[in-house]
C-alpha cells in the first residue's frame, strides 16, 4: 500500500519536473514579456517531432539532437518578437493588443498542429535510446530512465534560467525590462534587444522540452491543446516569470495528476490541471509564488 | 420594446421561415442542405460568439463546450424522455444558460487572456465530464436515427435545415437587437474601459453576465438539432476545439463588433472549408483556417466590414448620430 | 453639513498608499488636492469613486455611508470623474461617448442627442461630435473626459490632472469652463500640479505626502505651511 503511494509519488515528482519544463517558457513570455503565447505547447510538440526527425534521419541521440534544435528555436522567437513588437506593442492600448495576439497565437497553434498532421501523419511517434528501459530500485520504488532523465534535465533547466536570470547581467536586465521598459532604458539598455533575448530563451525552452517529451512518451500532433491547460495553469500557479515558483507548481501538478491517475482513473488525469487552474484564476491569479 | 421585440423578432422571423420553407420545397439535393446546414450553424455560434467576444471584448474559446452541452441537453432529453423538439431547444439554452452563467463569474474576477484560458478550461472539464459519463454515452457517443420525414418536408434533413435557419435567424436577430440599443453601447463600453464605464453609471457586473449568459445560451440553442444532423455524438468531434474555432474565425473574418459581419463570415469561410475539405482534406483545412484567422488578426483586424467601411469609421453607427 | 466626508481612510498595496486620511468637503466648495506624484492622489480618487475599496475607513456621501457601494451606483448618485490618463469609449464616436453617463438621467435618445450637444459646445467640442476619440489630440480628449463627467449631472467632481500639458492661455479658458460648472452648483476636487492655476481656482487646498495628509487650509496659508514646502523641495 505504502509501496504504491510512494511509487505514485516518485512517478509524479519526475513528471511534475517535465512539466516544469514544458511551462517555464511561459512562464518566461507570458509573465515577464506579457505575451499570451498560448501557441506554446504547439512549439513543444513542434519541437518533439524534430527531435524525433533528427534521431529517425541521422541516428542521432534525441539529448544531443535538442541541443541543435535549441539555435534554431532561439532565432525564431528571437525573430518573431520583433514582428511581434511592431504589431502589437505599438497599439495605444496593451489589452488591446494582447487579445488580438491571443488570438494570433491560437491560429498559430493550429497551424502548427495542422502542418505537424500533414508532414508526419497523426500517429503516436517517440525515441528509443539504450537507457530507455533500464530501470533503477531504489527499495521499493522503481525509477524508470525513461522518466529520470528527462527529469534531470529539466533540473537542470530550471537552475541554468534561475541563474541566468538572477545572476547575470542581460538576466537581470530582462528582469528589469519586464518590470519596466522605461526604467531599463533610463540604464542603457534597449528593452527591446533584451526583450527578443528573453523571447528566444523561452522558445528553445519549448524545443528541449519537446525533446524531453518525445523521450518520455509517444508524441501526437493534437498534444499541444491538451498541453495547454497545464502549461497554463503551472505557469500561473508558479507565478508568472518565476523559475523556482514554476519548478514547485510543475511538481504539485505533477504529483497531484499521479495521485489521480492511481486513485480516481487516467479518464480524469487531464481534467486536474484544468480544475486547477480554475481554482487558481478564481482564487488567487496572482499565483502563490509571485516574485 | 413590445413593438420592437415583434417588428424585429417575429416578422421577420416568419418571413425567414417561410423563405426557408421554400427553399425546402424547391431544392432536392441532399447534399445542399448539408452545406447549408453547417454553414448556418456557424453563423448562429459567430453571432452569439459575437455577442460577448465582440462587443465586450471577453474572448470566449470555449464555444465547443457550450454548444455540446446543448447538443447533449437536447439528445438526452429527445432520446430519454421523448419531449417535444421545441422543449429540448428551450432546455439547450437553459443548460448551456447556466454554464454562461458560470463564466459571468469568472469574467467578474479575471479578464484578457485569464478569462480566455478559463473557458478552455471549462470547456474541457465538460468534455471530461462526458467522457466519463455511461449515461452521456462516454467516449463512445450516441447513435442517432433520424426520425423518418414528415409533411410538408421530403427529408428530415429539410426539416433540420428550416429548424437552423431559424435558431441562426434568431441569433442574428438578438445580436442586432442588443447591438442597436444601450445595452450594445454599454457592452462597447465595457470592451474599450471597464473602469470609465463603471464611473459612467454602468452596472458592468451585470451586463457582463448579461452578455455571458445570452452568448452561451444560443450556443447551446444552436447545438439542440446538432445530433440529428451529426446521427453519432460524440465528444471528440462535438466539443473539440475545431468547431467553435470556425465559428470564431467566421468573426474576425466578417467583423467583430457588428452583427452581420458573422454572416459575411461564415459564408465566406463556410464556402472556402467545403471547397478545401473536398478538394483536399481536413488537416489541410484546419491549415487554412488557421491561416486565415492570422491574415485577419494582422491585416484587417476589423474584417470585411472593416475593410469594407474603412479603417477609420466605428462599425456601429446609428445613421441618427450621423447627422 | 459637509458633501463628503472621508473618515480615516487606509490603503495598502503591500506598503502603505495612503494611511488615516480625513477629509471633509462641504458643498460648493473648490479643493485642491496636491502632492507629489506617487503621494496617493488618484488613490483617493478611486476610493471616493469607488473603483477600489479602502482597507479601512468611511466614505459618506450626502450623509449617506457609500464605503460599500459599488461604483456606478456612486456615480449615479453623482460623483463624476475624469481620469489622468484619458479613457474614452474607443469604439463609440465622441457624442455617443456621453450617451454612456447620460443614460443614467435621460430616457430617450432625442434628449441625449440635445443634451450631448450642449456638454460638447460646453467644452468646445461640438465640431468633433462624429468622430472618434482615436483622432482626438490628447487635450482633446481630456475635454471629452471633462463632458463625459459632467454628463452625469454630478454633485461632486474629481478632475485628476485635467490641465497637464496646457498652456497658460488654454489653462485660462479651462479655469473659465470649470467656474462656469461650479456656478451651477457643482463641488469640485482638483488635482493639479499647477499652482498657479489651483491658487487662482481653489477656496482650500488639501496637500497629500507619502499617503498622509500633512496640511489642509486656505491656499495663502498653505504656501507659508514649512512641512508643505519640505515634501516638495525636499529637506
Ligand atoms: N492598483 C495599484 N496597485 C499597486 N500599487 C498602486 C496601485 N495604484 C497606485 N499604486 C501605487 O500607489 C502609490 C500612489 O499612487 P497614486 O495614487 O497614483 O499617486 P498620485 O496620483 O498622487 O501620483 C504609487 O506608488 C503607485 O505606484
Ligand atoms: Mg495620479
Wanted: charge should be positive; proline fraction near 4%; aromatic fraction near 10%.
Amino acid at each position: 500500500m505504502i509501496d504504491v503511494i510512494l511509487n505514485t509519488i516518485v512517478s509524479g515528482i519526475l513528471i511534475g519536473g517535465f512539466y516544469a519544463a514544458c511551462a517555464i517558457g511561459l512562464s518566461i513570455s507570458f509573465g515577464m514579456l506579457r505575451i499570451p503565447n498560448i501557441a506554446h505547447p504547439g512549439f513543444i510538440i513542434a519541437g518533439g517531432f524534430l527531435t524525433y526527425y533528427f534521431n529517425k534521419t541521422f541516428g542521432l541521440d534525441p539529448l544531443l539532437a535538442g541541443l541543435l534544435i535549441i539555435p534554431i528555436f532561439f532565432a525564431f522567437g528571437f525573430l518573431l518578437y520583433r514582428g511581434y513588437n511592431r504589431f502589437f506593442e505599438s497599439k495605444r492600448d496593451e489589452r488591446e493588443g494582447q487579445m488580438s495576439a491571443l488570438v494570433l497565437f491560437f491560429g498559430v497553434l493550429m497551424i502548427i498542429e495542422a502542418l505537424l498532421s500533414v508532414t508526419f501523419g497523426v500517429d503516436f511517434r517517440t525515441v528509443t535510446t539504450p537507457w530507455s528501459s533500464i530501470v533503477l530500485h531504489f527499495g521499493s520504488v522503481g525509477i524508470c530512465l525513461r522518466m529520470a532523465v528527462p527529469f534531470l534535465c529539466s533540473v537542470l533547466m530550471v537552475c541554468i534560467l534561475y541563474l541566468y536570470f538572477s545572476k547575470t547581467y542581460l538576466g537581470l536586465v530582462i528582469q528589469a525590462v519586464a518590470q519596466d521598459s522605461m526604467a531599463a532604458t533610463l540604464i542603457g539598455s534597449d528593452p527591446r534587444f533584451a526583450k527578443s533575448i528573453a523571447f528566444g530563451i523561452s522558445f528553445s525552452t519549448a524545443a528541449y522540452a519537446g525533446t524531453l517529451f518525445v523521450c518520455l512518451v509517444p508524441v501526437e500532433p493534437s498534444l499541444g491543446m491538451q498541453f495547454l491547460g497545464r502549461v497554463f495553469s503551472i505557469a500561473i500557479l508558479g507565478g508568472l516569470g518565476s523559475p523556482l515558483g514554476t519548478a514547485v507548481a510543475g511538481l504539485i501538478v505533477g504529483i497531484t495528476e499521479s495521485l489521480t491517475t492511481a486513485y480516481i482513473g487516467s479518464s480524469w488525469t487531464l481534467a486536474v490541471s484544468f480544475i486547477l487552474l480554475l481554482i487558481i484564476i478564481a482564487v488567487k491569479p496572482t499565483g502563490l509564488f509571485r516574485r | 420594446m413590445m413593438k420592437k421585440v415583434s417588428f424585429e423578432l417575429i416578422i421577420p422571423g416568419i418571413i425567414v421561415a417561410c423563405i426557408g420553407l421554400l427553399i425546402a420545397k424547391l431544392v432536392s439535393g441532399i447534399y445542399f442542405f448539408y452545406v447549408c446546414y453547417a454553414i448556418l450553424q456557424m453563423i448562429a455560434l459567430a453571432a452569439a460568439w459575437n455577442i460577448l467576444g465582440g462587443y465586450t471584448g471577453y474572448v470566449n474559446f470555449g464555444i465547443g463546450g457550450f454548444f455540446a452541452a446543448g447538443a447533449y441537453t437536447s439528445i438526452v432529453l429527445l432520446k430519454y424522455y421523448e419531449v417535444n423538439f421545441l422543449v429540448a431547444i428551450l432546455a439547450a439554452g437553459t443548460v448551456s444558460g447556466i454554464l454562461g452563467l458560470l463564466i459571468g463569474y469568472l469574467s467578474i474576477r479575471v479578464r484578457g487572456i485569464y478569462f480566455s484560458i478559463s473557458t478552455i478550461a471549462v470547456s474541457t472539464i465538460l468534455q471530461m465530464v462526458v467522457l466519463n459519463t455511461p449515461f452521456l454515452g462516454g467516449a463512445k457517443g450516441f447513435k442517432i436515427i433520424r426520425p423518418p420525414a414528415f409533411p410538408p418536408f421530403s427529408n428530415y434533413i429539410e426539416f433540420l435545415f428550416l429548424l437552423i435557419l431559424l435558431i441562426s435567424f434568431f441569433a442574428v436577430a438578438v445580436s442586432r437587437l442588443i447591438e442597436k440599443s444601450w445595452i450594445g453601447r454599454s457592452f462597447l463600453a465595457i470592451k474599450d474601459s471597464e473602469q470609465a464605464a463603471e464611473t459612467s453609471g454602468v452596472a458592468t457586473l451585470k451586463l457582463k453576465i448579461l452578455a455571458t449568459v445570452v452568448s452561451c445560451a444560443l450556443m447551446g440553442i444552436a447545438g439542440a438539432p446538432y445530433p440529428y444532423f451529426i446521427t453519432l455524438l460524440e465528444p471528440y468531434s462535438a466539443m473539440g476545439l475545431t468547431l467553435g474555432t470556425y465559428a470564431f474565425a467566421a468573426v474576425f473574418v466578417g467583423g467583430r463588433g457588428c452583427w452581420f459581419g458573422p454572416i459575411i463570415g461564415a459564408v465566406l469561410l463556410g464556402g472556402l472549408q467545403q471547397s478545401v475539405t473536398v478538394m483536399i482534406s481536413s488537416e489541410w483545412n484546419i491549415l487554412v483556417v488557421g491561416l486565415v484567422i492570422i491574415a485577419f488578426v494582422l491585416l484587417a483586424p476589423n474584417g470585411v466590414v472593416g475593410l469594407l467601411k474603412g479603417r477609420k469609421k466605428p462599425v456601429l453607427l446609428k445613421k441618427k448620430d450621423r447627422v | 453639513m459637509a458633501l463628503l466626508e472621508m473618515k480615516k481612510i487606509s490603503k495598502s498595496f503591500g506598503f502603505p498608499a495612503l494611511q488615516n486620511v480625513d477629509l471633509s468637503i462641504d458643498a460648493g466648495d473648490r479643493i485642491g488636492l496636491i502632492g507629489p506624484n506617487g503621494s496617493g492622489k488618484t488613490t483617493l480618487t478611486n476610493i471616493i469613486t469607488g473603483l477600489i475599496a479602502c482597507d479601512d475607513g468611511q466614505v459618506i456621501f450626502e450623509n449617506r455611508d457609500i464605503t460599500k457601494l459599488s461604483a456606478h451606483r456612486r456615480s449615479r448618485l453623482g460623483i463624476a470623474r475624469t481620469f489622468q490618463i484619458p479613457q474614452p469609449f474607443y469604439s463609440l464616436i465622441v457624442r455617443q461617448n456621453l450617451y454612456i453617463p447620460l443614460r443614467c438621467r435621460l430616457k430617450s435618445e432625442e434628449a441625449m442627442f440635445t443634451e450631448a450637444g450642449r456638454l460638447l459646445d460646453l467644452v468646445g467640442l461640438s465640431d468633433k461630435a462624429d468622430g472618434l476619440p482615436s483622432d482626438l489630440t490628447q487635450i482633446e480628449q481630456r475635454e471629452l473626459e471633462l463632458a463625459r463627467a459632467l454628463a452625469l449631472s454630478p454633485r461632486l467632481l474629481i478632475l485628476d490632472e485635467v490641465l497637464a500639458g496646457l498652456t497658460s492661455q488654454e489653462i485660462d479658458g479651462a479655469l473659465e469652463i470649470l467656474r462656469v460648472i461650479c456656478e451651477s452648483g457643482v463641488t469640485v476636487i482638483m488635482i493639479e500640479h499647477i499652482m498657479k492655476a489651483v491658487m487662482g481656482f481653489c477656496n482650500k487646498i488639501v496637500v497629500l505626502n507619502s499617503g498622509m495628509k500633512i496640511a489642509e487650509g486656505m491656499p495663502e496659508d498653505i504656501f507659508r505651511n514649512p512641512e508643505v514646502e519640505r515634501a516638495y523641495l525636499g529637506e
